[in-house]
C-alpha cells in the first residue's frame, strides 16, 4: 500500500513519465509567458504537497504513533495495533498507481502525434519536449528539496502565505461543525416536522374524503339503487294489471264476439232465409220509424 501511495505521490507531482507530468503541458500548450509562469508555479505547488505526503509515508513514525505502538506490544496486543488495509483497497490503489505509471507515455510527442490524428481538433497545439522537460525537471527538484531538507519549508508554514485569504480558518472543523448542527436542527425541527404535519394533515383528508364516500356517494348510489328497484315495481304492476290486463281483455271480448258473429253460419239454407228476413223487417221498422 505503502509502494501505490509513493507512485500516486510522485504521479501528483508531475515526475516523469508519470501521467500528470504530460497532462499539465497539454492543457497549458499554446498559453502565454505569464499563464506559463503560474502553471509552473502551480506545478512546483503539488509537487511540494507531493513531498510532504511522501515524507510522511516513507518517513519513520511520529513520537506518539511509537510510544502507542511501544505500549501496545508491552500489553501484548501488537496483532491489534498493526493497520490491516482491505485487500480491495490495496488492488484498487495499485490499478490507479499503474495507470498513472503508463498513461504518461500516450503524451510524449513521438506518440502524440499519432493519436492526435484519431481525434480531429484542427488548431490543438501540441507540447514539444521541451516544454515537457521543464515541468518535470522543477517537480523532482522541488520533491528532492522536501525531502532531503523539509526544514527549508518550516517558515513558509508561518509567512504571510499561511495566512492567505483566511485559509486556516476556512479550513478549521468548528465552522464547518456549526455549521452541520444548526442544518441538523433544521433538518429535525422544520423539515421532519413539516413533512409530518403534511402527512398528518393528508391523513384527515383522506379520512375525511372516505367518510364522505361512504355517507354521501355510497348513500346516494344505494338511494338511487333502491329508487330503482321500487320504480321496477311499480312498472311491473302496471304492465301486468292494466296492459297485459286490458289486452287480455280486449281479446277475451274480440273472441265472444267471433263466437257470437259465427251462430248465423249454420250453412243451412232456410236458417240463411230467416236472417235475411229478420233482417228486411228491421229495416223497415227503422224505416218508418224514421219518417
Not at 510522511?56 to 505502538?69: N, S, Y
Not at 490543438?124 to 523532482?140: D, N
Not at 379520512?207 to 338511494?223: F, M
Request: aromatic content about 4%; hydrophobic content about 60%; proline content about 6%.
Amino acid at each position: 500500500m505503502g509502494a501505490a501511495a509513493t507512485v500516486a505521490a510522485l504521479a501528483l507531482a508531475g515526475v516523469p513519465p508519470l501521467a500528470l507530468w504530460v497532462t499539465k503541458d497539454w492543457a497549458m500548450a499554446g498559453a502565454g509567458g505569464a499563464l506559463r509562469v503560474v502553471a509552473l508555479a502551480g506545478a512546483a505547488l503539488s509537487a511540494v504537497y507531493a513531498g510532504k505526503m511522501l515524507a510522511v509515508v516513507l518517513g519513520p513514525p511520529r513520537p506518539a504513533a511509537a510510544a502507542a505502538t511501544n505500549a501496545g506490544a508491552a500489553r501484548g496486543e501488537t496483532r491489534a495495533g498493526t493497520l490491516r488495509v482491505p485487500a480491495a483497497t490495496t488492488a484498487v490503489a495499485w490499478t490507479l498507481a499503474l495507470v498513472a505509471a503508463g498513461l504518461g507515455a500516450l503524451g510524449l510527442p513521438a506518440v502524440a502525434a499519432r493519436l492526435t490524428g484519431l481525434v480531429p481538433a484542427p488548431g490543438q497545439p501540441v507540447p514539444g519536449l521541451g516544454e515537457l522537460a521543464l515541468p518535470g525537471v522543477v517537480a523532482v527538484v522541488v520533491l528532492v528539496v522536501v525531502l532531503a531538507r523539509p526544514a527549508l519549508l518550516e517558515p513558509l508554514g508561518r509567512g504571510v502565505l499561511a495566512r492567505w485569504a483566511g485559509l486556516p480558518a476556512l479550513l478549521t472543523p468548528r465552522p464547518w461543525l456549526a455549521l452541520a448542527r444548526a442544518v441538523a436542527v433544521l433538518d429535525d425541527r422544520v423539515i421532519d416536522r413539516g413533512v409530518l404535519g403534511v402527512a398528518a394533515v393528508g391523513k384527515r383528508l383522506a379520512r375525511a374524503v372516505g367518510r364522505a364516500d361512504e355517507v354521501v356517494l355510497d348513500g346516494a348510489v344505494d338511494g338511487v339503487a333502491s329508487a330503482g328497484r321500487r320504480a321496477a315495481a311499480d312498472v311491473w304492476v302496471l304492465d301486468d294489471r292494466l296492459v297485459d290486463g286490458g289486452v287480455l281483455g280486449l281479446a277475451g271480448a274480440l273472441r265472444r264476439l267471433g263466437g257470437t258473429m259465427r251462430r248465423p253460419q249454420t250453412g243451412l239454407l232456410h236458417h240463411y232465409y230467416a236472417q235475411a228476413l229478420g233482417g228486411l223487417g228491421a229495416l223497415l221498422v227503422l224505416l218508418l220509424l224514421v219518417r
